[in-house]
């Protein structure tokens, strides 16, 4: 039956072949993520029932938000979940970018020294920083001073960090996951190996992690091996696929602190903040992030399996340890980008009938062409990929709430690539 559907969608039977091939060779590995998900959906149960939510919880608030109950349980959560002292977890954050910039301005001054031991943090984070081009209002502007370590054949280069990193750095951040470049995600136990030789140079520095993508994804978080602050965005992993907009921070109570005063105001920070009634898809939304986190993982291992049988180059490969929820798909050309997004479009439960087209969106450099047909506009732990328009034309394909649903954006993907050399 799935065979006639496979031929109808344009496969050819040796394609058929391969995809079931793909399904039997990730089974064992799939099964592992599986696993993994339901220990992971565990303990955030625990901690929402420890935590005591009950229907008040949901309710929300307006105006200022004081006493928003509702708000203070979900940080308690995340605090736990990351196993830290603190969270901030706002709607009024617009992306995953913006917690980012609040963490490092609240915890920067003028004078101080921040430093990138993984090489150019992601597209949108040139702005923030201004290391590329002067920036009005970036941390360069005013007067934050930067400088990068270089991945080293895409890994951290520990020895190096030695001898670059200075006594009195003040905050040393790393970025987990690939964003669009064609290297590994890092994993957790390289993250904490990282923290330990910056500890060795600069005891006192703030260890921030942009952790966008890889929440849910290992059994341990960079807070969990020394991290002082991570960041993400709830249109990707952690809102699973439920919260309608928003970020989160989570670490030291000090580094948090610093970052929510930079969210609203110094001496107000996480006190106010109405949440509009938006904590319960919040909360929902992370009660079924690590199950959504898992299928979108198991997609993204069967994809690289049969893009792989398919002949062509992906990262990472489908037995690979993963960080993050990314797969990359090594697609050549501009053309071969359009076609395979064209097909992923086709996929989505909204605006299937769509042309994806190519623009730039603020703070990235180049063109991207996204693929969503999301409910969420824009969220990528729906299937989603994006392309950015540059070498070696890559699509980066994430997300997806059931192994089916990534496994008919493929197979569209691939038709839609044979189709254009037709
Ligand atoms: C998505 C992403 C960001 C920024 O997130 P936005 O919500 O799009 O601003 C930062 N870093 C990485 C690695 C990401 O994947």
Redesign the pocket.
Known sequence: MIRERLLSEGLRPEQVENFQQATLRTRELREQIRERAHRLQWRVLDALQARGLSEVHLLGSTGYGYGDTGRELLDEVYADLFGCEAALVRLQFV????A?ACGLFGNLRAGDELVSVSGE??D??STVIGQKAPTPGSLIDWGVSYRQLELVDGSLDYQGMRSFLRPDTKMVFL?????YAWRKSLSIEQIGKAIEVIREIAPQCVVMV?N??GELVEEREPTHVGADLVA??L??NLGGTLAATG?YLAGTRAAVDAAAYRLTAPGIGGEQGASLGFSRSMLQGLFQAPIVVGHALEGACWAACFMELEGLEVSPRWEDHRS?I?QAIRLGSPEAQAAFCRGVQRSGPVDSKATPEAWVQP?YRDPILMAGGTFIA?S?LEMSADCPVRPPFIAYLQGGVSLGHVQLGVVRGLVSLQNLTK
């Open positions: 992306s995953g970018t913006h980012i943090p992601y949108t984070l970025q987990r996951s690939r964003g942009d966008c993508y993400g965005s249109i990707k970020g993050d990314v703070g824009g990528s």
